[in-house]
Each structure stands twice: as structure tokens, then as C-alpha cells.
């Protein structure tokens, strides 16, 4: 009899951890975004425009890892444990503002995995330029066509996912003051439970006027941010799994208990 009730709790509690691993096998959070910028115009309503020193930036981070990298076509990548985040950028060897890349961040935490972890992709350019040709004000117009998209996924209810992309257009003069700064927000939010937003074309546009002959300092930035909370929180299965183990346990006791008396 001894025997037949050992055997008995060792079938409930092999089924109780079949329960628990197949709940722990489902959790998952996760949340991703992208961005990508093509063809930028950069216009003036008279002279010609001159770049000097324009360059390509592309920027990655995954939680502590991180690279950053210039030029006429940089590509960077970070991988962490649970995130990875990447940029791409590319400017025509003639230098104008038709700047083309992609940003992308990536983020993903098993369900009963506690922690928090975030990623950032960036794509951009920046540089200087002169409006000749002329004396006084003249305006300049910027057109930048993008296209982002965000999407998350949470399974437990104490679990917060986010992601976002935006672009960000500055402007500062030689000295270093600022003209304008301006952050496009494409798609963002702290998202609970949301499937996210579908990728979302949008053409961004700002004017400003500046003056002849005179040197400024462009930054265009397109950046992707994920990050992910995860606090692991007992499931229906997992608290009944446990009240059956826990039963078993007690009974199987008593009833040694019960024989010794």
C-alpha cells in the first residue's frame, strides 16, 4: 500500500511539472519598431545651395553594447541578451541632403524571465551648408518621405512593452545656437496588450529662413526604441499546479502518520 501511494505522487507530481513547463514554454514580451528615411530634399527659394562636410551616421544600442559609425554608407549593429537594435544610413558621393537609411530595435523576454532591456537603432546625417547667390533672408524647405512602424506583445498583466520611432530635424548656426529643433513622432506610446501600429508612410516638412552667404549646421536623426519590463507573475495553471503538488503532499503525510500511530 506503502508503494502504490508513492507511485501515486510521483505520477502527480510528473503531470504537475508537465503543466508548469508547457505554461512557461507560452510567456513571452516582446516589442519591435523600425524607420526608414529616402530621399530627403533640402531647397531654397533662390541661390544654390553648397554642403560641406556632410556625412552619413548609423547607431545602434542593445542595453550596455553600442557602436556608432560615419561615413558615406555606415552600417551598425548591437546585439544584447534580449535586444538588438540597428541603423543604416547612405548620402550620394555628390554631397546633397538626399539622405536614404533605416532604423530598426528589436526586444524580447521570455514570459517567467525577469528583467528589463531596451534597444535603440539610429539612422541620420549631418553637416554644414551655405545659401549663395544672393544677400538678405531666403527661405529653405525641408522634405523628408518616412515610413515607421511599431508592434508589441505582452502575455502576463505586471508587464509593460514599449516602442517608437521618430525623426528629428535641427538646425544650429557656426557659433553652435540653435535655429530649430524639431522631433516628428511617428508612431509611440507605452503599449499594454496592443498589436502595435502597421507600417505608416508620412512625408515630413518644416520651413525655415536663414540668410545668404552665411554657414549653419544641419542633424537629421531617424531613431527606433523598444523596451521591455518583465515581471513574471504566477499563472492559473502555475497556482493550481501548485495546489495539487501541495495536497498530494499533505495527504501522502497523513496517511504516514496515520500508519505510525
Known amino acids: 500500500m506503502k508503494t502504490q501511494s508513492i507511485i501515486a505522487l510521483k505520477v502527480i507530481l510528473a503531470g504537475a511539472l508537465c503543466l508548469a513547463s508547457t505554461s512557461l514554454v507560452r510567456a513571452e514580451e516582446d516589442a519591435s519598431s523600425g524607420i526608414s528615411i529616402s530621399n530627403g530634399t533640402m531647397t531654397a527659394s533662390g541661390g544654390t545651395i553648397v554642403f560641406s562636410n ?7 544600442v542593445a542595453d550596455a553594447v553600442n557602436q556608432h559609425n560615419t561615413g558615406l554608407s555606415p552600417v551598425a549593429t548591437a546585439t544584447s541578451t534580449y535586444s538588438t ?4 544610413a547612405t ?8 539622405v536614404n537609411g533605416a532604423a530598426t530595435a528589436t526586444t524580447t523576454i521570455a514570459g517567467f524571465t525577469p528583467g528589463t532591456s531596451t534597444a535603440t537603432g539610429t539612422a541620420g546625417a549631418s553637416g554644414f551648408f551655405t545659401v549663395t547667390g544672393g544677400t538678405g533672408p531666403v527661405t529653405i524647405v525641408f522634405s523628408i518621405p518616412i515610413v515607421g512602424f511599431t508592434s508589441t506583445h505582452i502575455s502576463g498583466a505586471g508587464d509593460i512593452t514599449s516602442a517608437s520611432d521618430s525623426l528629428t530635424l535641427s538646425l544650429l ?5 540653435s535655429i530649430m529643433s524639431q522631433m516628428f513622432s511617428v508612431n509611440s506610446g507605452t503599449v499594454v496588450g496592443s498589436p502595435g501600429s502597421p507600417a505608416t508612410p508620412n512625408t515630413v516638412s518644416d520651413t525655415v529662413i536663414l540668410n545668404y552667404n552665411q554657414q549653419y549646421q544641419v542633424n537629421l536623426l531617424a531613431s527606433a526604441v523598444t ?3 518583465n515581471v513574471p507573475e504566477p499563472t492559473t495553471t502555475s497556482l493550481l499546479v501548485l495546489g495539487l503538488v501541495s495536497g498530494s503532499v499533505l495527504l501522502f503525510r497523513r496517511k504516514v502518520a496515520r500508519k505510525n500511530a
Open 54 to 60: 556632410f556625412t552619413a551616421n548609423a547607431g545602434a
Open 85 to 88: 537594435g540597428t541603423g543604416n
Open 91 to 98: 548620402i550620394p558621393p555628390t554631397i546633397s541632403f538626399n
Open 173 to 177: 548656426t557656426l557659433g553652435g545656437t
Open 227 to 229: 523596451s521591455v519590463t
